[in-house]
């Protein structure tokens, strides 16, 4: 539900997919809580969290080698430089935004888990023979 929503929906220009990849989602059952996690898979995107949180100005400079080079977006040729100023990169908070799109789906998913295992309960003889059904509705 926020996986997909967060893959459909972004600001950023997707050139091969792999963010939208990386967009994964798992299960905790940790100490009786249940808790659904979606996360950038660092694995898939190393780049992800840049993206998404975006970065300040900063100064690259060549790590293995003692220029820069790259192609310029039009012509031929190659640009070479000892460091490049990166002006930074405005964030694109797409898992942030794609939970507060779906939090009401997620509610509602939830209340129908509870209702439904409320529902089990009443219905069993867990609780014992009683007179009064329990009815909760979230």
């Known amino acids: 539900m926020v996986q997909d929503e967060a893959q459909a929906k972004h600001n950023f220009t997707s050139r091969t997919a792999n963010l939208e990849r990386a967009i994964d989602t798992r299960f905790d059952f940790n100490n009786g ?13 190393p780049y992800g969290v ?15 080698k003692s220029v820069l ?3 310029p977006m039009a ?7 000892k460091k490049v100023h990166h002006p ?4 694109d908070p797409f898992l942030y935004e794609a939970i ?16 439904m295992a409320l529902e089990d309960i009443s219905k069993s003889d867990w609780l014992g023979k009683t007179d009064r059904e ?5």
């Open 33 to 45: 809580n249940n808790i659904g996690v979606v996360y950038l898979d660092d694995r898939a995107a």
């Open 100 to 115: 507060n799109r779906k939090r009401g789906d997620v509610y509602a998913t939830f209340a129908r888990a509870t209702n």
């Open 134 to 138: 329990i009815r909760i509705r979230l």
């Open 69 to 71: 080079r790259w192609a």
């Open 50 to 64: 840049f993206v998404h949180e975006g970065t300040r100005p900063h100064i690259i400079r060549p790590k293995t």
């Open 75 to 81: 012509g031929n040729g190659f640009i070479f430089s």
């Open 88 to 91: 930074g990169t405005k964030s």
